[in-house]
């Protein structure tokens, strides 16, 4: 286990926060930590009020919502320095939309969202790489969830798959 004080050369060795000088890396130790998860743990569960951001060190999450009478049903799965619960970082999302179950034993950094979004205000040039970041993830899982409603609307339905098949 990584404990607070071995923070800053974990955070160095993460793409995300290359571009922040070691007093902006410290300033963002102080409001992570490392969290160890054991298959099957529940980071968080959809509905729940949203504290954190994470991001993944070792392992594998499961990101899944619920869906009626089909269950649980992945979305995505973060594996290594992919950025999960960034919606935590938005003004009106209050409460999480979806599940994050660990798949395999791992580690993640939990952020906390206030203290980050505390920080970003008070360092325009931290707010604006994590910000820039942000973007791409969320841009990024748009076009994923894009691709994944039209194959599942080309798996249920017969005159859907001509019309892709047509538009190829």
Sequence with gaps: MIFQANLLPTLQGIPWFVDLRE????????????????????????GEKIEDLYLVLEGQVSIQIGIPFRGQVRIFTAEPLDVFGWSSLTPVVRQRTSEAMAITDGQ?????????????????????????????????????????????????????????????
């Design 23 to 46: 007093d902006q890396l410290a300033r963002l130790a102080r409001i992570c930590e490392v969290r160890s998860l054991k298959a099957g743990d529940i980071v968080f569960r959809e």
């Design 108 to 168: 993640v950094l939990q952020i906390n969202s206030d203290g980050l979004k505390q920080l970003c205000e008070e360092d325009h040039t931290i707010g604006y790489v994590v910000m820039r970041r942000i973007a791409n993830v969320v841009a990024t899982r748009l076009l994923t969830t894009r691709l994944q409603i039209m194959d599942l609307l080309t798996q249920d339905n017969p005159a859907m798959k001509a019309l892709t098949h047509w538009s190829e």
